[in-house]
């Protein structure tokens, strides 16, 4: 493709054609999924949406200063490589990253905490809600500047690999990310190493404020640049939770054999704008609407019910889901602003911050 | 005690390094089979195999983001950037991601990291191979930045260096790889944020780092000749930096210079002076007086990289003039 600067429509995205998504597969009802399973990626969805809604509450408010990225629309990819990983593998995330740290185990209520500056946050208040990391459980994580981490990624890829475990890295990155230097230098690196590393693109069709299909040579920005590192193209429904699952599984056990890297490309939608500012009005609104009517919880609520699980159960999951994020604010709201004894700690692996003598 | 050169001191002090920790590796391009593009890491292959020793593509973010996920798990690593004038294609692993990893995790993680690189002009490179870029690393809060004059602190600042739990850049000077000195026997482990007085003096301090502390003391031999008696102090690490160390040597001399090989704005000496004139201004008999390389890209020519870059003749005369 290549730009025509007479187009109207770059006076204005949201005149351009809109992309609609594909329909739900059918035959996802039927894929090979226990249905304990199923019901976990339930909860898991519940409990990104309902956690990114109330983070959005709290923008609202005021309580939550700076930005934020929230995955609304986007659940369905954190939930299911989740599902498909072990606990001791790692995981990378993006500045986007509250659903990926929560997904990874960490809890609610330090998640808040840390967005709200707090000093009971994950973080004690000092990285915020585009650095969230949550060590011990290997959520390794959430970097600001586009690229890096997928670098990053390979050196815990490669720790496993020289310790001869079986752990898998799982790293998260948006379409954005496809454009950068960083990205090709990791995918390459991972190949030739034969690392195990499983790069998920998040492709939500929006660099930021501007359509992916503008600024990437190619239809698809991560499978299309899959075989020029060796690597098998794959693009999946992204608000499918079983159809990220069943992908997700696949590739993880394959890294875990040994057989090396794979690069996902989830297909997913946000339902806001980019980050905390941004209304999203360069997206045309019936291209809004139609993501929208594919939103992951509702389709997979309809599935489960198909599947035999009762409703009671969905609402007993969504109801103690709601208490949960309740009990995270009330944590969070709780806690102190941090103190002047914080600002100097931890620069260093001592603790301290001292530079001269 | 035996003697080595700068260059085999390099790779001396990593397998000394090495053959302590077996889980130590290193990274970078044209490291392993080839010895460097230097010559600072022959045999480490041989020795330690192509598990721990191993090749990179050219791809500087790679390197350091490879480095930085395994010392994240524990596994400390040694990570080549050939040329220091390519820190700035990786500048981002540095500054944004090594550096405040710690911080900015509220202590989660760690950093055991060891970037080396090949820093300073006088081989004719030209203005993209031969940069003293120790003051881009001395800016970022998170890096310790080290640059050894002598092949004794390459092993033991080295050592110094790997066992650090926190990202250190350690600056090996080009011009300096031919250079001999004599090796203590046994382990050697020096101390990081630790400066020393190379040669005593009574009328003016001279701070200098790497290829400038030879430069500088031959610079002492001929102001001696002048009744001038310079105390010359190799700096060595740039953070943490040894202050008191400089502010006694002031205290003493009441005269402060640096010779900087790095461009002249924002140099490491620009931070020292600073700190003398808070801390020691009344013992200063004069102004602090910066020996620096000009605000210029550095030129290829063997006749103008020399007058870019500090000399014996430039720190000799300065002195010399200013001392009053």
């Given amino acids: 493709m290549s730009i025509d600067l007479n187009d109207p429509a770059l006076l204005d995205y949201s005149q351009r054609p809109p992309r609609h998504p594909e329909p739900v597969d059918p035959a996802n009802d039927g894929l090979p999924i226990p249905l304990n399973v199923r019901t976990d990626l339930y909860k898991r969805v519940q409990e990104l949406r309902q956690f990114e809604k109330r983070a959005y509450d709290l923008f609202m408010q005021n309580l939550v200063k700076g930005t934020s990225h929230l995955s609304l629309g986007m659940e369905a990819v954190s939930a299911g490589f989740a599902a498909a990983m072990q606990p001791e593998d790692y995981v990378f995330a993006t500045y986007r990253g509250h659903a990926h740290t929560l997904s990874k185990g960490a809890d609610m209520g330090q998640v808040m905490a840390e967005l709200l500056g707090r000093e009971n946050g994950l973080l004690k208040g000092k990285g915020g809600s585009m650095h969230l990391t949550h060590a011990e459980a290997n959520m390794m994580g959430s970097y600001a500047i586009i690229g890096a981490h997928l670098c990053i990624a390979n050196g815990t890829a490669w720790s496993a690999q020289m310790r001869g475990t079986d752990q898998v890295t799982v790293c998260f990155f948006g379409d954005g990310t496809t454009n950068i230097g960083a990205f090709h230098e990791a995918l390459n690196f991972a190949k030739v190493w034969n690392l195990p590393v499983v790069f998920v693109c998040e492709n939500n069709l929006y660099m930021e404020y501007t359509p992916i299909d503008l600024v990437a040579a190619v239809p698809n920005p991560a499978a299309d640049r899959a075989p020029a590192y060796g690597l098998e193209s794959i693009v999946v429904d992204g608000n499918d939770p079983d159809a990220v699952y069943m992908v997700a599984a696949d590739a993880i056990t394959r890294a875990r054999r040994g057989e090396g890297p794979a690069l996902v490309e989830a297909q997913t939608y946000r339902h806001g704008g980019h980050s905390r500012a941004d209304p999203g009005k360069y997206r045309p609104a019936d291209e809004v609407e139609a993501w929208l009517d594919r939103d992951p919880i509702p389709m997979y609520h309809q599935r489960l019910l198909r599947l035999g699980v009762p409703e009671g159960r969905l609402s007993e999951i969504t109801q103690d889901v709601a208490r949960r994020v309740d009990e995270a604010t009330e944590f969070a709201k709780a806690g102190a602003h941090p103190g002047e004894e914080h600002l100097f700690t931890d620069v260093w692996a001592d603790g301290g911050s001292a530079w001269r003598n | ?324």
């Fill in chain 2, 1 to 324: 005690m035996a003697e080595l050169t700068y260059r085999d001191a390099v790779a001396y002090g990593i397998a000394q390094e090495m053959r302590r920790d077996p889980n130590l590796v290193m990274l970078g391009e044209d490291i392993a089979g080839a010895g460097g593009v230097f010559k600072t890491t022959v045999g480490l292959l041989d020795e330690f195999g192509p598990a721990r020793i191993r090749d990179t593509p050219i791809s500087e973010q790679a390197i350091l983001g490879a480095a930085m996920g395994a010392a994240m798990t524990g596994i400390p690593v040694i990570a080549e950037i050939m040329f220091s004038d390519f820190i700035a294609v990786c500048f981002d692993l540095l500054a944004n991601e090594m550096a405040k990893s710690a911080y900015m995790t509220g202590g989660q993680l760690s950093v055991p990291v060891v970037v080396r690189t090949a820093n300073g002009g006088g081989s004719r490179f030209g203005a993209q191979h031969s940069q003293s870029v120790e003051n881009w690393c001395m800016m970022i809060p998170g890096l310790k930045v080290v640059a050894p004059s002598t092949p004794a602190d390459v092993v033991g600042l080295m050592a110094a260096s790997i066992r650090d739990p926190d990202p250190v850049v350690f600056f090996e000077h080009k011009s300096l790889f031919a250079s001999k000195g004599e090796i203590p026997e046994g382990e050697i482990v020096d101390e990081l944020g630790t400066a020393r007085v190379v040669r005593e003096g009574t009328d003016c301090t001279i701070a200098a780092l790497a290829l400038m502390v030879p430069r500088a003391l031959e610079a002492a031999d001929r102001l001696a000749d002048e009744g001038i008696s310079a105390e010359v102090i190799d700096v060595r690490s740039l953070v943490p930096l040894d202050t008191k160390t400089v502010l006694a040597s002031v205290e003493k001399t009441s005269r402060l210079y640096t010779v900087e090989e790095n461009p002249r704005l924002c140099g490491w000496g620009a931070e020292v002076a600073s700190i003398v004139a808070d801390e020691a201004f009344w013992d200063l008999d004069g102004p602090i007086v910066r020996i620096t390389t000009p605000h210029i890209p550095l030129p290829a020519a063997e006749a103008l990289e020399d007058m870019a870059i500090p000399s014996v003749d430039r720190i000799y005369e300065t002195v010399s003039k200013t001392i009053g």
